[in-house]
Each structure stands twice: as C-alpha cells, then as structure tokens.
Antibody, heavy 120, light 107 residues
C-alpha cells in the first residue's frame, strides 16, 4: 500500500523558515518523481514544486521561486521542502504527492497534508 | 502559464442525478488533463487521468472526455458519497495548474 506521511508543519512568524518532510512507503520511491501541492484555507489547490526521481529536474511555482527548495533523499525514501522568507500568503495545508509518469503524467497518491501557518 | 477555467463553481444535485463539470484550458494541452475528488478535511484523490482514463479502483459512474482545450467530467448517477469538491489539473507544462474547483452539494 502506497503511503506518504508529511511532518514539519506548524506556526511560524513572517520571514521565518520551516522544513517539511515526507516519508514514503509501499513503492520504489527512487523511481518516481514527487511534488508538493498546497491548499490555502477554504481555497483551491496550487502546485508548488516538483522533483524528478534522481533530482535532475526541479521546478517551482513563481510564487515560491527563490524562497522554497525541494529536495529528496532516495536512501531514506524521503522528500523535503525547505521554506524560507515565509509570508502570510504561504499559510496552507501542504501535501506531498507522487507523480506517475507512465503515459501522461498524473498525481496518483497524496499524503494527508501538514498545516503551515504564517502569522505574527 | 496555462489557465484552467472550470465551471460551474458549485452545483446542487440529488442522488441519482447525472452531473457534468467542464474545464477549459487557455491553450491546447492535448490529453494531459486529470480530475480529482476532494472531501472536506481530506487529501485529493485521482479519479480520471489522460482526460478519459479511469484510475484504478474508481467506480465506472465517473467518466471524462475531451482533448485540446475543452474537457468534461461526468458522474452518471450521483451517489451519497460523491458529494465533494472536484478539480481539473493540466500536466502539459509547468507550472501545473488546477481549475478553481466545483463543489457538488446535496439538493
């Protein structure tokens, strides 16, 4: 069974930093691209960042470029999101999710999410 | 960036009704279009990928169609567990973008 478990969310002041983690199990993590998707309270889904299986290709939404860094450790089956210079508008539930690239790309499994609140 | 325009933003329907949601892309995305279901407080779930392919384990009352810029998602006979929010997403080019969502409510 595919499982994705996020951690690291919490309350942080504007300008602060936070590192999210996601531990994967139930599939060969090193062969899948991964991404982070967020959802502000009461709002829709927003793609944040993607990373390929060997970290060769990395992409960011313009809204987080230069402030967030995605990374992975295939030996630890883990995905990370380092978030710096946080703003109130970064407040959201952050989902770790697997990208299935067989055929057309789709996000086929999601974690339960971790809440990040940016407030003074 | 590719803009995804989803409509309606909400709808009210009864159990057994046929429900259709549309999604329009601002440029051609071929068939790189996915549909997700999200219930309150839960993570999204993939229902349809590649515009019309049913994800593993998803009931056959869900279907999708379209290519290029115009897509539709249909629930043939609405069930009580289908009341949720639905989102389209394009994976043709980064940044991947979602429609604004459709909330399906009980009439």
């Amino acid at each position: 069974e595919v499982q994705l478990v996020e951690s690291g969310g919490g309350l942080v002041k504007p300008g602060g930093s936070l590192r999210l983690s996601c531990v994967a199990s139930g599939f060969t993590f090193s062969t899948y691209s991964m991404n982070w998707v967020r959802q502000a309270p009461g709002k829709g889904l927003e793609w944040v960042s993607s990373i390929s299986s060997s970290s060769t290709y990395i992409y960011y939404a313009d809204s987080v470029k230069g402030r967030f860094t995605i990374s992975r450790d295939n030996a630890k089956n883990s995905l990370y999101l380092q978030m710096n210079s946080l703003r109130a508008e970064d407040t959201a539930v952050y989902y770790c999710a697997r990208i299935n690239s067989y055929g057309y790309e789709k996000v086929d499994y999601w974690g339960q999410g971790t809440l990040v609140t940016v407030s003074s | 960036d590719i803009q995804m325009t989803q409509s309606p933003s909400s709808l009210s329907a009864s159990v057994g009704d046929r429900v259709t949601i549309t999604c329009r892309a601002s440029q051609s995305i071929t068939s790189n279009l996915n549909w997700y279901q999200q219930k309150p407080g839960k993570a999204p779930k993939l229902l349809i990928h590649a515009a019309s392919s049913l994800h593993s384990g998803v009931p056959s009352r869900f279907s999708g169609s379209g290519s290029g810029t115009d897509f539709s998602f249909t629930i043939s006979s609405l069930q009580p567990e289908d009341f949720a929010a639905y989102y389209c997403q394009q994976t043709y080019s980064t940044p991947w973008t979602f429609g604004q969502g459709t909330k399906v409510e009980i009439k």
